[in-house]
């Protein structure tokens, strides 16, 4: 049957590729009992890598939500100059390498970059400290809650907003009561996604973090670390983590995804 | 924007010359043909397996199919560091099942295949749900063959869906660097992947030829964007027509 056959070569591609390796490095994280694992985990180092990578995380998404909000109105509600080139750019963040990112900030906020010497000046330690962390964060996990929330405006239409505003409801009393709450699920959706590109960043905040180990290390840092000092047991354990993570974000979207569906 | 701007007047703050030589450098030209050759062929194995993943989640049925259908966003959700560590687990030196591709080429595009997997599947599935089967019907009818049916009536439909999924999934792949620091060894004029080169060439001290390359792959990226805007409207205006 033809029909089995695509299933199988569906199946077996997705076996080999996404869930066999996770599942081995459950397998081999867990083989000795939970107190190997643990005990890789609860170094003052990988404490302190992920509390940070939970702060930039904290810092970012808000950020990049209310930003992602006013950029779709502006996207799918106005008429500007440049709505175009918005519309390209926003997407931007997605095809770039987060590598070219973190060398662009490196060259702008370095000792040599444009705005270096003003920080050097105040005597703000930007590069290779949290500030150039969050905004290289912020920079690749950008795009993700405009791209949701977009396609959703574009659908709703703006009629019940036309009859909110001849009503004598106010442009902020019009978003408050009638936008964002039948945009909310886009912008859950999108905020999820955020979340997940945030905490799992590397290209880009490897460049601008410096790797400051206890100092400037994140989570994903701290897996790369630990596998160069050899401690595949302390790199599966952090791992672990961020993939349970991962996979807590894919059980909320797809928690979500239905009622996205217009009833 | 301005981290952008920066990066390119700094490509270019040391000449013409000086940025063409770092690009032309045999160590960049090895790293760019490996990162642009690999990207090509993975989008493409993604074009052709993503197309059969999307068409046997809408058209087929058997038990788990949606938890199949979650399990495809998994490389959107899940740090590319852990991806490469994951692959590296099964495919690497203490491999169980005896395959193992550390350190090479083909671990390379294995690690893309992982992070660029939901790309294709993402952009068919929509289209392809949304197909009228009494089109297909009609064409068996008329007496087509399955074979002349998925190529003259299904693949005009999901082409436009393959194609913005093939380029996003090649942008993907070229930008690509957390999956592939831990399972490609960086063996430069080997395994050395750009991203992985720029990372290199900043640690080293030496960011004028890590913006050189850093300017070619800011090319290929806003070329992508292009392409996929005009497939976007290249599509709208076919359904408006």
């Not at chain 1, 609860?42 to 970012?60: C, R, W």
């Not at chain 2, 992982?114 to 068996?140: H, K, W």
Request: charged letters at 15%; proline letters at 5%; hydrophobic letters at 55%.
């Amino acid at each position: 049957m033809r029909r089995y056959a695509l299933r199988f070569v569906a199946l077996f591609y997705l076996a080999a590729i996404l869930v066999a390796p996770l599942g081995i490095v459950f397998y081999r994280t867990f083989a000795d009992g939970f107190r190997p694992a643990w005990e890789a985990l609860s170094t003052p180092e990988t404490i302190h890598a992920f509390k940070l990578t939970l702060l930039i995380t904290v810092i970012a998404v808000p950020l990049n939500t209310v930003f992602g909000v006013v950029c779709a109105l502006a996207i799918v509600r106005r008429r500007f100059p440049g709505k175009g080139l918005l519309n390209a750019f926003i997407d931007l963040p997605l095809a770039l390498s987060p590598v070219v990112v973190g060398l662009s900030l490196f060259l702008l906020y370095g000792r040599t970059g444009w705005f270096g010497g003003f920080f050097e000046r105040h005597d703000i330690q930007f590069l290779f400290a949290l500030p150039a962390m969050v905004v290289a964060t912020i920079f690749v996990s950008l795009p993700f809650v405009a791209r949701e929330v977009v396609p959703m405006l574009r659908e709703i239409g703006d009629e019940q907003e036309q009859a909110a505003k001849t009503l004598g409801a106010s442009g902020w009393q019009t978003f408050w009561r009638i936008t964002l709450p039948s945009i909310r699920w886009a912008v859950i959706y999108g905020v999820i996604l955020t979340t997940a590109r945030c905490l799992g960043e590397y290209g880009a905040v490897a460049v601008v973090s410096g790797r400051i180990q206890g100092e400037t290390e994140t989570a994903t840092l701290r897996v790369e670390e630990r596998y160069d000092s050899f401690d595949l047991a302390g790199a599966y354990a952090i791992a672990i983590v961020l993939a349970l993570i991962a996979i807590a974000v894919l059980l909320a979207m797809t928690a979500i995804k239905p009622r996205e569906e217009p009833a | 924007m301005l981290p952008i701007a920066a990066l390119v007047w700094s490509s270019r703050s040391e000449g013409r010359q000086a940025f063409w030589d770092a690009v032309m450098s045999p160590q960049a030209v090895a790293a760019l043909k490996l990162t642009v050759g690999a990207a090509f062929l993975v989008a493409l194995v993604n074009a052709v397996l993503g197309t059969v993943t999307a068409w046997v989640l809408i058209r087929d049925d058997f038990r788990g199919k949606s938890v199949i259908n979650s399990i495809i966003d998994l490389p959107f959700a899940l740090p590319t560091i852990v991806a490469g560590l994951t692959l590296l687990a099964l495919y690497g030196p203490q491999s169980p099942i005896g395959i193992d591709i550390a350190f090479s080429r083909l671990a390379i595009v294995a690690a893309l295949m992982f992070v660029t997997l939901p790309f294709v599947v993402r952009t068919v599935q929509p289209v392809l749900s949304e197909l009228d089967q009494e089109m297909e019907e009609a064409a068996a009818s008329l007496g087509a063959s399955e074979l002349t049916t998925f190529r003259r009536v299904i693949l005009p439909n999901i082409l436009p869906g393959i194609l913005s999924g093939f380029a996003l999934g090649f942008a993907k792949a070229v930008g690509e660097i957390g999956s592939l620091v831990i399972i490609s060894g960086n063996l430069p004029y080997k395994t050395e992947v750009s991203s992985v080169f720029i990372l290199g060439q900043i640690e080293s001290g030496n960011p004028a030829g890590a913006a050189a390359v850093a300017v070619v792959l800011l090319v290929i990226s806003f070329a992508i964007l292009l392409g996929v805007g005009a497939v976007r409207h290249f599509t709208t205006r076919y359904e408006r027509a």
